[in-house]
Structures are given as structure tokens and as C-alpha cells.
């Protein structure tokens, strides 16, 4: 009886780690998230395709688990910080690509627009600290 009241108790905190990782999980810290294209300061014309480059990490879908991976999500005009302890927002100003996307077609109306990617976990939830890019500025015509 004792014995397996100890086998339950150790499976019990045998999980807990693995519900503590479900957010926040560390990233490399060799990890690099960046713009491949619109370059800082860019003007552009129209539609364009935004090109996400991510170093020493993989790109995955979300709801995929997998260690040191992620999913790609760009913040259009987001000037406040993210929450580290809730999922990325999802809206027009918040894209996911959650299918694993390393670019997208991006339409955005004239005038200045700033571009930043973040990185979020299977949950959406941005790694910890989180994994950003440098945030640009682009002026579309
Ligand atoms: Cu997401």
C-alpha cells in the first residue's frame, strides 16, 4: 500500500516539470530571429513578401512540441510589450503562422509601419526571454 502511494506521489511530481515547461521555455542563446526581407528603413510599393530568417532554431507548427522550435508570428504597429505569461494575441496586427511559414505575403495601407517577428512555442506563447527581432520601420508608398 505505502509503495504505491510513493510510485503515485513520484508520478505526480515526475509531471510537474513537464506542465512548468508548457510556457516560458528558455530559448538558445545563440538563437537569432530576423527580417531576410523588408530591410530597415526599406520604401516599398504595393503587396510584398515578408521573409522571416531564424538562426540556430527550427521552425515548426504549432502545436508541435519539439525542442528549440517554434512557429513564426509578426507584429504589424504593435508599439506595447508582449506578456511573456499569455499566448501571442491573434488579430490584424498580431499574424501567425502556425503552419510552419518562413514568409508571407504582406498588404499593408500607405504610410510608415513598423515590423517586428516573434517567435512563440507550440501554445503560441512567446519563449522566455523572449525570442524577438529588431523591430523595423518600412514606408510603404
Ligand atoms: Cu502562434
Not at 504505491?4 to 510556457?23: I, N, W, Y
Not at 531564424?54 to 522550435?69: I, K
Request: glycine share 10%; hydrophobic share 40%; aromatic share 8%.
Amino acid at each position: 500500500m505505502k509503495i504505491t502511494r510513493l510510485a503515485m506521489l513520484s508520478a505526480v511530481l515526475a509531471l510537474a516539470p513537464g506542465l512548468a515547461d508548457a510556457q516560458g521555455k528558455p530559448a538558445p542563446a545563440d538563437a537569432v530571429l530576423y527580417f531576410v526581407w523588408p530591410q530597415d528603413g526599406a520604401t516599398i510599393k504595393g503587396g510584398f513578401w515578408c521573409r522571416f530568417g531564424l538562426r540556430n532554431m527550427g521552425v515548426t507548427h504549432a502545436g508541435d512540441n519539439f525542442q528549440n522550435s517554434g512557429h513564426h508570428h509578426l507584429l504589424i504597429d504593435v508599439n506595447g510589450p508582449l506578456d511573456p505569461n499569455e499566448p501571442i494575441p491573434q488579430d490584424k496586427s498580431h499574424l501567425h503562422f502556425g503552419a510552419g511559414q518562413t514568409e508571407a505575403r504582406i498588404e499593408l495601407p500607405p504610410g510608415k509601419h513598423t515590423l517586428q517577428l516573434v517567435l512563440g512555442d507550440a501554445a503560441h506563447y512567446p519563449f522566455n526571454p523572449p525570442l524577438v527581432s529588431d523591430k523595423i520601420t518600412v514606408r510603404v508608398k
